[in-house]
């Protein structure tokens, strides 16, 4: 990627990848970066051949949450060389930035950025690959829905009010753009107390579930505010990649993806 990316020709999808999932969500913070690692390393634990690629292109949060940062090589100049963790093949802008310099491109810089990741990375042969978008609906998601014949979509919410108004806007960004919806996931659900086991509703309880059904997509699963995924992100090792209640969830939703 490197200097001032240009927006090129040619298709976006990689010859060897069977499928494109985006991971998207109408709000930043909602755990869109998170699911994203965690249902990359959840379908490579079910044997999945998995990309990882963080479109997140304002605050990619991958290097971190996946523990590998470095820049890839790219031996002829040309292709690029992702990185791998967790069985996952990763590419991020975030490995081409230093870990505070801002992204202040314009929208043709972002879609030669985003054209370069999906068409000069070396993705090799994928089931599914899984990007992790910018919140909102923007330009990136623009772009990827035109022109990289994205399988589907999944949206990511709290189960709070002003989260959900950003989720509808989402998914009718993608009935609008022809992308199927998959489903919803709802993230930060509830919080269980470790010390007492009392279920509290943080961000509100039915919120997601209702709304799936108002629009008339799935729900395909909910998983709680829990401290260890948090850690987990933040350590470099997704809380999928061990065992426990968030990995089986993570698992469970993984299986019901990729037939
Ligand atoms: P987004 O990609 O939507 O901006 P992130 O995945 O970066 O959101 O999550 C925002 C913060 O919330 C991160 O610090 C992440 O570790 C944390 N987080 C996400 N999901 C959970 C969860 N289920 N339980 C606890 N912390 C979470």
Redesign the pocket.
């Known amino acids: 990627v490197g200097g001032h990316p240009k927006p090129q020709q040619g298709p976006m999808k990689p010859a060897g990848v069977d499928r494109i999932l985006a991971i998207a969500?109408g709000k930043?913070?909602?755990?869109?970066?998170?699911v994203s690692s965690n249902l990359a390393v959840a379908l490579a634990r079910q044997g999945r051949r998995v990309g990882l690629l963080d479109a997140?292109i304002y605050g990619p949060?991958q290097p971190r949450m996946m523990g590998v940062n470095k820049r890839p090589a790219s031996p002829d100049g040309k292709t690029i060389i992702p990185l791998h963790a967790h069985g996952v093949t990763i590419m991020s802008i975030g490995f081409m930035l230093d870990p505070d310099q801002a992204v202040v491109w314009r929208g043709p810089m972002l879609m030669g950025a985003l054209q370069q990741m999906l068409g000069q990375v070396e993705w090799g042969e994928l089931d599914v690959l899984i990007v992790d978008l910018p919140?909102g609906t923007g330009d990136v998601q623009l772009t990827l829905c035109q022109k990289s014949e994205l399988s589907g979509a999944i949206v990511?919410s709290t189960p709070q009010d002003v989260a959900l108004l950003d989720a509808r806007k989402a998914i009718n960004m993608f009935e609008m753009l022809k992308t199927p919806v998959l489903g919803l996931i709802e993230?930060?659900s509830t919080y269980i107390c470790p010390e007492c086991g009392h279920e509290a509703h943080l961000f509100g309880h039915g919120g997601v579930a209702a709304e799936a059904e108002k629009m008339g997509v799935p729900l395909l699963g909910a998983?709680?505010?829990?401290?260890d995924?948090?850690l987990a992100?933040?350590s470099g090792t997704p809380i999928a990649a061990g065992d426990g209640p968030a990995a089986e969830a993570y698992a469970r939703i993984a299986a019901g993806l990729v037939k």
């Open positions: 969500s930043g913070g909602v755990g869109k970066s998170t997140d949060s919140p990511v993230n930060m998983l709680p505010i829990d401290l995924t948090r992100g933040d």
